[in-house]
């Protein structure tokens, strides 16, 4: 039996459960980290430390002839750089 957790645990070929990165199949756009910092704060305040994610979307889409489900940022996306499964 799979425990799954969203869709981000899957089991591997030897049986292994692989987390899911949060990362473009197409362009390898991942996570970025910073500092939150809005302009209504003074800049002697602390400000959080925060990560901002890609809008990575389910798409199923055509490879070498092939089906197959892959997470795709919108930009991709709207670039046409994948061709969608019908």
Same mark, same amino acid.
Do not use: E
């Given at each position: 039996?799979? +425990? /799954?957790?969203? =869709? ?7 049986? &292994?459960?692989?987390?899911?990165? !949060?990362?473009?199949?197409?362009? +390898? !756009?991942? #996570?970025?980290?910073?500092?939150? &910092? ?6 002697? =305040?602390?400000?959080?430390?925060? /990560?901002?994610? #890609? =809008?990575?979307? #389910?798409? /199923? ?23 969608? +499964?019908?």
């Amino acid at each position: 039996m799979v +425990a /799954r957790a969203g =869709n981000f645990v899957t089991v591997d070929f030897t049986g &292994y459960f692989v987390v899911m990165a !949060k990362v473009c199949d197409v362009c +390898a !756009k991942g #996570p970025m980290t910073g500092r939150g &910092y809005t302009f209504l704060r003074s800049h002697w =305040n602390s400000h959080d430390k925060r /990560r901002w994610l #890609p =809008n990575l979307q #389910p798409v /199923r889409a055509m490879v070498a002839g092939a089906v197959k489900k892959m997470k795709v940022c919108t930009s991709c996306i709207k670039a046409g750089k994948i061709k969608r +499964a019908v």
